[in-house]
């Protein structure tokens, strides 16, 4: 790859070969296990029943990710959404399934090809006050990747700097400032502008807007929307605001519990949700457009991920459970074209 | 809804705070009134004053901050005024507070019963059984299952949602008259705000209880609140019932804020958005606050707006029609 001082001068443009996807996962899982310490390693052996147990943040989720589109990832706490997106972006690496970058699985890859793929791929964090060095001047902040990936030498960095700087809306006067002399909104563009400045071609954007105001969360989102189309990037946009997805997400996904329930393009998934979560989460979802009305929420908690309920994980908060779904888990199944959910009550139609 | 006397009268309040940077006037002549079994969502973003608001009602302002003027009236009685033992009487028992985080209000080496209990005793000369009765009620009453398991239960064996029921619950045992929730929904997830959302509307219907809902999200009021009223730099900038002031926006901040809701945009749309920064309280600009925000500011908004008369009020000398 050639360094250049322009930025996104390597970005093809979207949809330059659409028959490979951008990104796929196959099967992707993820474990975790709880360590036993000293005193529990002892008891066991001593014959007490003390075991290690595993928590399956995220299970079995296959999906695949086409150039230049945006795909949101719903779900509640615990659903296991955020491992999904640090496994995409190569943070968190995965249990068992692949993950493929235009067709090439990441894991197969020789170290110099992957190392350029996982660049492609870049994070953009919820708390940016966490995810900034607070030591660092901004510039660092954002030009320390490029340059040690060798995008930018270290005389070009300053101007590199500026010009992302004003990508994202920032003023480049500000480059020697620190991360706490901002306000929040502005925090959050120094985190993009950060995972822009290696070029990537794929966000995965965490809550990325979900600590924000009102009137700076619009900011925020319009400046995503503007870099998709001026860069061409390809997102998968985590979110518990189904507003949020349903305005900027090409295609939405929603999570239960490690599993995937429902996909379907936004505009369907939030007009006809097949998927009685699905359903749950759009008439629950608090909305300006109504008023003074009465609240009829689902019952019961969230289950715990360390003991998930037999069959389908949701059946103990289903209005519309059967036997079936307490013993026999719902395989995810097309429903119709670029539709699928993972519901027994599709069978029955 | 029935016309009584008003449970709660908030008069031109003033909570000023007095720090080496200058003084930042946190709330700055705020006006509501609370009816008896009426749901007030007080909307605004972060330093807008309304948390501020919500503690200054109950006397909890420390220093630098202080209340510098205004008045707020319980059932007539001004309680700006009124001596700390009188607050102290009040306060859990006539006039309770939720706050966001329940982990940071709960103590987290004591059970739950003996926080409840400790709540009931210090207001009643009840036995202690009484009151042990009583808290397992108020359990009951915000759909807490097993509530005399739960009560021996320590504040780190809930969830999340079943915490913030628990503060609730405390919140309820002496069935208070008022209640000023300050962003008691926001850390927690859809479904389970739904149930508390569902498990409030029931009790202010029930017991007559009157609510200060203190939100950023415009969403949850407009569906739970009688009145809103919008905040914006420690003042209230527009204040009517949820329908005048969602669907008849006069003020172009609540214009702009409405107008950067996603779901009320075109999909894939960039979002209406409000240009520039909320301004320091310790350096806001002269006149309406949100002048140098506005797009139809003029020469006139250089001098303060009056709050509008009527029962839809508004601060703004060039309000925009109603929204469609």
Redesign the interface.
């Known amino acids: 790859m050639t360094a250049t001082t322009s930025p996104f001068a390597a970005v093809p443009s979207p949809g330059s070969d659409s028959a490979t996807p951008m990104l796929e996962l196959s099967h992707l899982t993820k474990r975790f296990t709880t360590k036993l310490d000293f005193a529990e390693r002892l008891a066991k052996r001593l014959g007490a029943k003390v075991q290690e147990f595993d928590v399956h943040a995220v299970d079995d989720v296959s999906l695949t990710i086409a150039p230049g589109e945006v795909v949101g990832l719903v779900g ?2 615990g659903c296991g959404k955020t491992t999904l997106g640090r496994m995409v972006a190569g943070i968190t690496p995965p249990s068992s399934g692949e993950l493929l970058y235009r067709g090439k699985s990441m894991a197969a890859l020789p170290h110099d090809e992957a190392r350029q793929a996982k660049l492609k791929i870049q994070m953009v964090f919820q708390d940016p006050m966490a995810s900034l060095n607070p030591r660092l001047r901004v510039s660092e902040i954002i030009g320390e990747a490029p340059r040690v990936h060798g995008i930018v030498s270290r005389n070009e960095q300053t101007d590199y700097v500026a010009s992302i700087m004003r990508k994202v809306g920032l003023d480049p006067a500000y480059a020697a400032r620190f991360p706490h002399q901002f ?3 502005q925090r959050q563009r120094i985190g993009i502008a950060r995972a822009l400045a290696v070029q990537p071609e794929f966000l995965v954007c965490d809550e990325s807007v979900a600590a924000l ?7 925020i ?2 400046l995503f ?2 870099l998709r189309r001026e860069l061409g990037l390809t997102y998968l946009f985590i979110s ?5 997805v ?3 997400a090409d295609r939405a996904v929603i999570m239960y519990l490690g599993r995937v329930v429902e996909v379907a393009p ?2 369907e998934l939030f007009t006809k949700p097949n998927h009685p979560y699905s359903r ?2 759009l008439d ?16 019961g ?2 289950p715990s991920p360390l003991d998930p309920p037999a069959g389908c994980a949701f059946h103990p ?1 289903c209005p519309l459970a059967l036997p079936r779904c307490r013993s026999e888990r719902p395989a995810l199944r097309e429903i119709a074209p670029g539709r699928l959910s993972a519901c027994h009550l599709n069978d029955m139609q | 809804m029935t016309r009584q006397e008003p449970v709660l009268e908030v008069e031109d309040l003033r909570t000023h705070f007095f720090t080496r940077g200058g003084v930042a006037k946190a709330v700055d002549g705020v006006s509501f009134t609370l009816r008896r079994g009426e749901i007030l969502g007080l909307v605004g973003e972060s330093g807008s004053g309304k948390s501020v608001t919500g503690m200054s009602v109950l006397g909890l302002i420390d220093a630098p901050g202080r209340i510098v003027g205004g008045a707020v009236r319980y059932r007539g009685e001004d309680l700006v005024t009124a001596g700390e033992k009188r607050l102290r009487q009040l306060r859990g028992r006539r006039i309770a507070m939720i706050f966001q985080d329940p982990m940071m209000t709960l103590n987290p080496v004591l059970s739950i019963e003996t926080q409840m209990v400790e709540t009931v005793l210090a207001h009643e000369k009840v036995s202690r059984k009484e009151a042990r009765e009583r808290s397992r009620e108020a359990l009951v009453r915000v759909g807490i299952p097993s509530p005399d398991e739960r009560l021996a239960a320590y504040p780190h064996q809930f969830s999340g949602g079943m915490r913030q029921r628990v503060a609730i619950a405390i919140a309820l045992l002496h069935r208070p008259d008022v209640i000023i929730a300050d962003e008691p929904t926001t850390a927690l997830d859809v479904t389970i705000q739904a149930q508390i959302l569902f498990e409030m509307q029931k009790l202010c219907r029930e017991t007559g209880t009157a609510l200060v809902w203190i939100t950023h999200d415009l969403a949850v009021v407009s569906g739970l609140a009688d009145r809103i009223a919008v905040m914006y730099a420690g003042r209230i900038v527009e204040i009517g019932t949820a329908v005048e002031v969602i669907d008849g926006a006069r003020h172009p901040y609540t214009h702009g804020l409405l107008g950067s809701v996603p779901s009320r945009n075109r999909r894939g749309e960039p979002l209406a958005q409000i240009p520039g920064m909320t301004p320091s309280l310790l350096n806001l600009p002269e006149g309406c606050a949100f002048r140098p925000r506005c797009p139809r500011a003029t020469d006139a908004c250089l001098a303060l707006p009056p709050l509008s008369d009527g029962g839809h009020g508004w601060r703004c000398f060039n309000p925009q029609g109603a929204a469609a």
């Open positions: 509640e706490s306000s929040g909104g105001d009102v009137s700076i969360q619009a900011q989102i319009n929307m503007g518990h605001d189904l507003g949020v349903e305005h900027i936004s505009a749950a989460l629950e979802a608090p909305r300006v457009d109504t008023r003074k009305r009465t609240f009829a929420p689902i019952r908690e969230i908060r």
